[in-house]
């Protein structure tokens, strides 16, 4: 295994380096505890429990096969990234993604994965045709939206602690041309304005443009920030996009970018330069006092740091883009993804300094962002908060 995240670590763990799925179901159905007690993994982008309390690791890896199926379905194994499916679907054709290629496309779709473009196209899971899965106990089980909706909806939210998706099925769309914005800004090049007050108006002005998908990164090196606006909107919407720069009053040049090469936006680094990452979703319930002091708190503590990163990511997706299943309803209310990350060395947990301004009411965990839901029984309260 090569991991993403230098903080993971398996040594000393069994592992088990699967070749097929049959090999999964074996592992589950072989007696004693089987693998209950084993946990998943691929590239190692995502949050692992701690090796001493687990009795072994399966590793996905080894399966990334990527079938097409005519042009616009593509069928996927549990260890195949976002890469191999965009090298083998035909020219023209792209699929909803998230923002780095070499993330794993089922353990991104068992935490409900959002991409840079969800406000234009809704989360991923809204372009999955069906799923094949494994359950705890070895057992194979087909699941869509009509056959066994519920094994499907508890898939793509419960990371593999329920389900192991060992094939996903999933549609292409035509590949078009996007306008985006990617504008970095030092402390002073933001107007008169601080980097906080840049962010609540921003927080504010993106809910007005339902055309624009945005997000906001500040790093702080050294206790130094540099923030980066970015944005995307469709081709005939490029009015607006221009209106979204304008109201927050950024100077900033707006250029092509095909949908399939989305995530060169974010251009994430190819090994974790932070290993400690975390995250929330703020709801829409929170209100504009609230959401500013947390950027406060969330922009001092940056302040006092060698490295420390923070991304918000506008969500606040519309009716039309979510659908009946336990994923859509995940994203239904979030107004905002937060994401932090800083060094193991120096390592700041950012939620306990958020969740000391945002009550339960106004936050939710995300499989994907939160590593707060491996916590015993924190995946059944969420389903059943979602349910
Ligand atoms: C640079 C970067 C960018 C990211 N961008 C986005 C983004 O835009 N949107 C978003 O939503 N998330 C994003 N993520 C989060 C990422 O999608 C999740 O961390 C995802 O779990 C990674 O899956 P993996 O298989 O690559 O990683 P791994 O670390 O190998 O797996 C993480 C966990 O996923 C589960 N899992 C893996 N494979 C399977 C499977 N086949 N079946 C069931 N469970 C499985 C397991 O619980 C495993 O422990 C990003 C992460 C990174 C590091």
Not at 88 to 117: K, Q
Not at 121 to 140: H, K, Q, T
Not at 346 to 373: C, I, K, Q, T
């Amino acid at each position: 295994m090569d991991l993403y995240n230098p903080a993971i670590s398996y040594d000393g763990v069994r592992r088990v380096a699967v070749g097929s799925v049959a090999d999964i179901a074996s592992v589950f159905s072989s007696g004693g505890d089987g693998g209950l007690n084993y946990s998943i993994c691929n590239t190692g982008h995502g949050f692992h429990t701690r090796s001493e309390s687990v009795s072994g690791v399966i590793d996905l890896s080894r399966l990334r096969a990527v079938e097409t199926i005519g042009d616009d379905l593509v069928r996927v194994e549990a260890g195949a990234r976002w890469s191999d499916v965009r090298a083998a679907i035909p020219r023209g054709r792209r699929v909803v993604s998230g923002s780095f290629p070499g993330v794993g496309v089922c353990g991104y779709l068992s935490g409900s994965g959002v991409g840079p473009d969800v406000r234009l196209m809704g989360p991923s899971a809204l372009f999955l045709d069906s799923l094949e899965v494994v359950d705890r106990r070895g057992e194979s089980i087909r699941c869509s939206r009509q056959e066994n909706p519920d094994v499907f909806g508890e898939a793509l939210l419960t990371k593999g602690t329920r389900y192991i998706i060992s094939s996903a099925t999933i549609r292409t769309i035509e590949d078009s041309l996007l306008r985006c914005v990617d504008v970095a800004m030092r402390d002073g090049e933001i107007g008169s304005r601080t980097i906080p007050d840049f962010i609540r108006e921003w927080m504010i002005v993106s809910d007005g443009f339902s055309c624009v998908g945005s997000s906001l990164q500040v790093m702080f090196i050294g206790g130094v920030p540099t923030v980066k606006l970015r944005a995307v909107a469709r081709k005939d919407a490029e009015g607006e996009l221009r209106s979204f720069t304008e109201a927050l009053g950024v100077s900033a040049s707006i250029f092509d970018l095909w949908g399939s090469q989305l995530p060169a936006l974010h251009a994430e680094p190819e090994k974790s330069p932070g290993s400690f990452m975390d995250g929330f979703g703020i709801l829409s319930s929170a209100s504009t006092g609230d959401r500013g002091r947390l950027v406060d708190e969330l922009i001092g503590l940056g302040r006092g740091q060698n490295f420390f990163g923070v991304e918000l990511r506008h969500c606040s997706l519309h009716e039309s883009l979510l659908d009946a299943t336990l994923s859509s309803a995940l994203w239904r209310d979030v107004s905002f993804i937060v994401q932090h990350g800083s060094l193991a060395e120096d390592p700041v947990n950012a939620n306990e300094v958020a969740y000391g301004v945002l009550d339960g009411d106004d936050r939710r965990e995300l499989p994907n962002f939160s590593r707060g839901l491996e916590r015993s029984g924190a995946m059944d309260d969420l389903i059943r908060g979602l349910r």
